[in-house]
């Protein structure tokens, strides 16, 4: 249990624990991972018989991970201490976990959730929208991602990396779990009204932030593929409407040199978003935050260095001639007034290959210093 001055209700928490793991017959513990209480909550965990460490570092994730490392169980139940989470029923935890699960989730709107537990806009909004996320992103088959009542085998710290220090801690264990490919199962459980007189330690808005920001952070895909080949394409069927002539979508109403000019930019733009994710990924997982999948390797296998480099000089070349050309027009023009939406096909096909192929081949040569680098990682 993670805790920062709850003297008003961790006694109940842990004689609930208790009365379970007696009933029970589990070989178990009490673990109180406080977080710099300057109550009397050290010692009625500590007079109730329950372990108490201390964790210096602030933070929810920096209290779970440090009480979930000094662990001693095969299992860990962590569930907060406010006497919001029912600790005498956690039998369906330890059978799932028994059964083989590697986390196992409560759900709050499975179980049931007593009046006033929980904000309406966390219950209608906040939650089901993460949760929502959560299985469109990462293929997570939580309904209720932001439980604070789970269990999971004691390891799970080290086997996924988590770091987190914040209450998104919550998520990076499931998203993690999903992307890894670990056992989950859910399970109901309930969920009441806190005991404490004070406000709880979540903020709303700035840790629901805190949780979207970790979601995108995990998903190149989303936050960086799917925008830019949307940008990427929308650019490239401007460009391929407007490049000859003006394109009348409707009477009176025609596309002409400005819809061309943005379709370069949004070309560019959506481009540098792909490249963004494939630096995204090669990173993420060379470091271990990300596992790789298929998209990754056939990424490797189509954009090599060499191959990479040879397109990008060509499309510069190309867009160096539409440059050549255009000057040429101006000299039959004596250098003098050129009609604008004849000479912008020129000019935006133009700059928007040498801007294209420039990026495509420096974008080429930084993939090629992070091969290096994993190469680097596996002989050494």
């Known amino acids: 249990m993670p805790c920062l001055n709850e003297a008003e209700t ?37 007079a109730l018989g329950a372990r108490v460490i201390n964790t210096a570092c602030k933070g929810y994730g920096a209290a779970l991970i440090s009480g979930i490392l000094n662990a001693k169980g095969k299992y860990v139940i962590m569930g907060d201490s ?42 209608y909004f906040g939650t089901p929208l993460l949760s929502f996320i959560g299985r469109l992103f990462f293929q997570s088959p939580i309904g209720d991602i932001q439980c604070g009542l789970r269990g999971f085998k004691q390891d799970i710290v080290t086997r996924l990396h988590l770091q987190t220090l914040g209450m998104e801690f919550a998520s990076e264990m499931i998203v993690k ?23 709880p330690h979540l903020k709303t808005w700035p840790d629901g932030w805190r949780n979207l920001r970790f979601y995108l952070m995990h998903s190149p895909k989303w936050l960086f593929y799917i925008p830019g080949c949307f940008l990427f394409f929308t650019g490239l069927i401007l460009m391929l409407l407007t490049i000859l002539t003006p394109f009348e979508i409707a009477r009176g109403i025609h596309l002409d040199a400005n819809t061309l000019l943005f379709g370069g930019v949004f070309i560019i733009t959506g481009f540098s978003c792909i490249t963004l994710g494939m630096f995204t990924r090669t990173y993420a997982t060379e470091e271990g935050f990300l596992p790789k999948n298929k998209l990754d390797n056939r990424i490797e296998k189509l954009f090599t260095l060499e191959g ?55 974008s080429s040569f930084f993939l090629g210093i992070l091969k290096i680098r994993r190469r680097t990682h596996v002989v050494g």
């Open 177 to 199: 779990a999903s992307l890894f490919h670990l056992k989950i199962a859910e399970v109901p459980t309930t969920l009441s009204v806190d005991g404490r007189s004070r406000k």
């Open 308 to 362: 990479g480099i040879l397109v990008g000089v060509l499309i510069f070349l190309s867009g160096v001639v539409c440059s050549i050309y255009a000057f040429y027009i101006w000299q039959q023009a004596q250098f003098g007034n050129l009609e604008y939406a004849r000479i912008l096909r020129i000019v935006v096909p133009g700059a928007t290959l040498i801007l294209l192929g420039t990026q495509l081949l420096f």
């Open 82 to 123: 406010d006497d919001s989470y029912d600790f005498s029923s956690l039998t369906p935890f330890l059978e799932k976990l028994r059964q083989g699960c590697d986390l196992v989730m409560g759900n709050r709107f499975m179980g049931g959730i007593e009046k006033g537990a929980m904000p309406p806009v966390h219950r």
């Open 10 to 46: 961790i006694a109940a928490c842990i004689k609930k624990a208790n009365e379970w793991i007696f009933e029970n017959n589990v070989d178990a513990e009490v673990l109180i991972s406080d977080n710099g209480s300057t109550d009397d909550s050290q010692k009625i965990a500590a």
